[in-house]
């Protein structure tokens, strides 16, 4: 891939990725916190995550998903923000295979490539 490709596609992907999951994050900030804790106890209601695991990670993906965005947006260390927004990512599909909604894990699982694309582009900043 040329220079002129990669950084067209990663200049690219900064915006799109990152105004898509801000997007997402103030979504669920305007309907309120207690609302989408409370959405997620009820969607895991049956399974095998305890109720206190359930709320910690709701408050955990409050707070993860705007600003995994922001750092995206940011373009600071953007290898390293690439590779928590994997991760990030890696544990909403996880949480879908728990509930085995197989649909939405196969769309997060690109979701979660595309991060590690971005990442593996992504400049180390270390130099």
């Known amino acids: 891939m040329n220079k002129n490709a990669k ?3 990663l200049n690219s992907i900064h915006i799109l990725f990152g105004v898509w999951l801000l997007y997402v994050a103030v ?4 309907g309120g916190p207690a609302g989408f804790v409370g959405y997620i106890t009820s969607e895991f209601q049956g399974t095998w995550v305890p109720q206190p695991l ?4 709701a408050w955990v993906i409050m707070f993860a ?15 390293l923000a690439w ?11 996880f949480g879908q295979t728990i509930l085995r909604h197989y649909d939405v894990v196969a769309n997060n699982w690109q ?4 991060a590690l694309v971005c990442a593996a582009l992504s400049e180390d900043d270390k130099k």
């Open 83 to 93: 590779t928590v927004t994997a991760l990030f990512l890696f544990m909403l599909t």
């Open 111 to 114: 979701y979660v490539v595309l």
């Open 54 to 57: 359930q709320i910690f990670l």
């Open 27 to 30: 979504g669920k900030w305007i």
């Open 65 to 79: 998903e705007p600003l995994c965005a922001l750092w995206i947006l940011s373009r600071k260390t953007p290898r």
């Open 7 to 9: 950084e067209y596609f």
